[in-house]
């Protein structure tokens, strides 16, 4: 193979290269990093935080004890997050599912501050930082679901 050929082909991947990056196009590797995130939070908000409320699990029924908004607050709370969970793992739903569930945990924040005296505050920005991840790699999805363009 001459060196023109080979500089073609070099000049030719990195254009396509560049095409990907210019389209937004996320690479195999963001895109499976995403999807494992997209999992582990579902899984989380389904299984860790929405089942122990939608079973009345004594610890569970504690906490909302101690906010005082009695047990029908957390069955909804429950069902919140299990929606998020699911909506976590469809396609077109991902980044609204996200951004609801980054509201909803700003909320639990305001909770903690508030009925909790702080106690467990920082809890939830740990899991809004992979859901913001979700959030911001599923936008122009989103924006399309609205009918808006980006």
């Given at each position: 193979?001459?060196?023109?050929?080979?500089?073609?082909?070099?000049?030719?991947?990195?254009?396509a290269?560049?095409?990907?990056?210019?389209?937004?196009?996320?690479g195999?590797?963001?895109?499976?990093?995403?999807?494992?995130?997209?999992?582990?939070?579902?899984?989380?908000?389904?299984?860790?935080?929405?089942?122990?409320?939608?079973?009345?699990?004594?610890?569970?029924t504690?906490?909302?004890?101690?906010?005082?908004?009695?047990?029908?607050?957390?069955?909804?709370?429950?069902?919140?997050e299990?929606?998020?969970?699911?909506?976590?793992?469809?396609?077109?739903?991902?980044?609204?599912?996200?951004?609801?569930?980054?509201?909803?945990?700003?909320?639990?924040?305001?909770?903690?501050?508030?009925?909790?005296?702080?106690?467990?505050?920082?809890?939830?920005?740990?899991?809004?930082?992979?859901?913001?991840?979700?959030?911001?790699?599923?936008?122009?999805?989103?924006?399309?679901l609205?009918?808006?363009?980006?």
């Amino acid at each position: 193979m001459s060196s023109t050929n080979t500089s073609t082909t070099s000049a030719t991947a990195t254009a396509a290269v560049a095409a990907s990056a210019g389209t937004g196009t996320p690479g195999r590797g963001v895109v499976r990093v995403v999807w494992t995130l997209r999992v582990v939070m579902a899984l989380f908000f389904a299984v860790g935080s929405a089942m122990p409320k939608l079973l009345a699990v004594p610890a569970a029924t504690v906490v909302f004890d101690a906010i005082g908004v009695g047990h029908w607050f957390m069955y909804v709370t429950g069902v919140v997050e299990l929606a998020g969970a699911v909506g976590l793992l469809v396609r077109r739903l991902a980044g609204p599912a996200a951004t609801a569930l980054i509201a909803f945990l700003l909320c639990a924040f305001v909770t903690q501050l508030t009925a909790m005296h702080g106690e467990n505050a920082g809890t939830p920005f740990l899991f809004m930082v992979p859901l913001a991840v979700i959030a911001w790699n599923r936008r122009a999805e989103t924006a399309r679901l609205f009918g808006r363009r980006l």
